[in-house]
């Protein structure tokens, strides 16, 4: 693609995702009004700019991106805003560099969750119950799920938004060099 259309589209992009990322922060919630919103502004960019094909190629992406967070989702790992804001980033890049899309979030999402932990800005308990019930055998299981707080509290979410918006300017980033 042009580099006038990365940038048109990066121009477009950086304040959706900093409302995106702020809401998430905040509380740990993606309101539909924005994911939908960004997603349906993302096609009618795609087909504004290129046709039936540059919206059919946001369409892909989209799809694509929906089936690489569908499991996470419907474990629980993910949640529904996070599910339709990935989409919407998907509809942004394009099936051309979707792979990248993908790749990008995945790992801003691994350094989020790490630092977020090195900072005790999500709680432990999860995690130490994850792994005692994976390698240590004499661990009481069922005592140590009793234990464990709520599945909704905040403490236990991860922001998940902000790897999405850091992959997603990254891939535009890397889109235009």
Request: with cysteine.
């Amino acid at each position: 693609m042009s580099p006038e259309w990365t940038i048109l589209r990066a121009a477009l992009v950086v304040p959706w995702l900093t409302v995106l990322v702020v809401k998430d922060l905040r509380t740990r919630r993606l309101p539909n009004a924005l994911t939908l919103g960004g997603l349906a502004g993302a096609l009618v960019l795609d087909f504004g700019w290129g046709g039936v094909p540059l919206l059919l190629s946001g369409l892909e992406a989209a799809g694509v991106c929906v089936l690489f967070l569908i499991l996470p989702f419907l474990v629980r790992a993910a949640g529904a805003g996070d599910l339709k804001m990935l989409a919407a980033a998907g509809a942004v890049v394009g099936m051309d560099e979707v792979l990248l899309l993908l790749l990008s979030v995945s790992f801003a999402g691994f350094f989020v969750a790490l630092a977020m932990l090195l900072t005790r800005r999500v709680g432990l308990p999860r995690l130490k119950h994850a792994f005692r019930t994976l390698f240590d055998w004499r661990y009481d299981r069922k005592a140590g799920r009793a234990a464990l707080p709520p599945k909704e509290d905040e403490g236990n979410r991860i922001p998940f938004g902000l790897a999405i918006a850091i992959g997603t300017l990254a891939t535009l980033v890397m889109e235009v060099g």
